[in-house]
């Protein structure tokens, strides 16, 4: 542990990580306050409020940069704030395993580790070593785990506007079984040309990508019958949508039915607006359409980085989240198989 340094005294050139500035409670408030208008204002692009994930990531970049300035107090604040709106009763690792049984129901307990090492940075900063690197370490896997990085490699198709980027992709088949739609902004008025197409190819249809596509409640429940009749459906991701837990009874009711989702074996709903955890009754009927499968039902085998990545990123950082998906993923089997 490093010395204390005496009221008034500071050596010459420390860096922002050895050095946290205290800020009056009053004023802490109002620039904390600023900060996420600010962020609300830059990320959203229209009179409806940002989406969760942009908003999350905004915060997540305020945060970071009050780590850089040296102010806790705030960067406490934002913590708080983000823990907050992912649906975090609590940063403390003993709680997750220990106190919490819905542990094992958690949509995305990537995010909670990472949010639990973020805490650690934030509440206790180290005087020695780069503890603002690691920080900002946390903060990227944290910003990439959140972010729709799958479109990037669709970057020419995305330059179009959302209805033509949609009637390109629904204008041919799906490729080797998967139909990606992620980073499209779908509307409830595009439902019924999606079923169709779902329908028209109901027989090969594998894997569907509706990730960070601005799916509403409204369009999911238009769009619910149809995916519960796709009879080799395996994999169905939803993240980074505008979801609310209000969907999960119909969700969940139609799982009960062994004849909706015959095939389906895993479902992602992370990074949604308020889906922090799933009703047993959800993950048993999963689990039960693959009574052999090794993994949580919501979480993939492998590390996402490996079916994402835009070709620009550093492998080593790649291998680094992919561990710590694998990690993460095991102590939720544990957990999972423990309580059923």
Known sequence: MGAKQAKGQ??????????????????????????????????????????????????????????????QDEATEMLKTLRQDLGMESTSLDDV??????????????????????????HCPKTEGDSLGA???????????????????????????????????????????????????????????????????ASTLISLELGFTELTDEAFLLLLPTLASLPHLETLALNGNRLTRAILKELTDALKDPGSFPSVTWIDLGNNVDI??????????????????????????FGESQASDPPERNPAKDIELAALVTKKTSIVILFFNYYL
């Open 10 to 71: 500071e050596p010459a050139g420390a860096s922002p990580q050895h050095s946290w500035k205290r800020t009056p409670t009053k004023e802490r408030g109002d620039i904390l306050a600023s900060l996420m208008l600010k962020s609300g204002d830059r990320l959203s692009r229209s009179g409806t409020p940002p989406p969760p994930y942009q908003r999350r990531i905004g915060m997540i970049q305020e945060m970071m940069l009050m780590a850089k300035q040296g102010k």
């Open 97 to 122: 395993l220990y106190r919490y049984a819905s542990f094992r129901n958690l949509v995305d307990p990537i995010t909670h580790d990472l949010i639990i090492s973020l805490a650690r940075y934030v």
């Open 135 to 201: 920080m900002e370490k946390v903060c990227r896997q944290l910003t990439y785990h959140l972010s729709p990085h799958s479109r990037w490699r669709r970057q020419g198709l995305l330059k179009r506007k959302p209805q033509a980027c949609l009637k390109a992709v629904l204008s041919a088949p799906p490729s080797s079984g998967a139909l990606d739609l992620s980073g499209i902004p779908l509307t409830a008025r595009d439902m019924e040309r999606l079923c169709a197409h779902l329908q028209r190819y």
């Open 276 to 301: 922090f955890s799933l009703p047993q009754p959800f993950l048993v009927s999963l689990r039960k359409r693959c009574p052999k499968q090794g993994n949580l039902p919501t979480i993939q085998e």
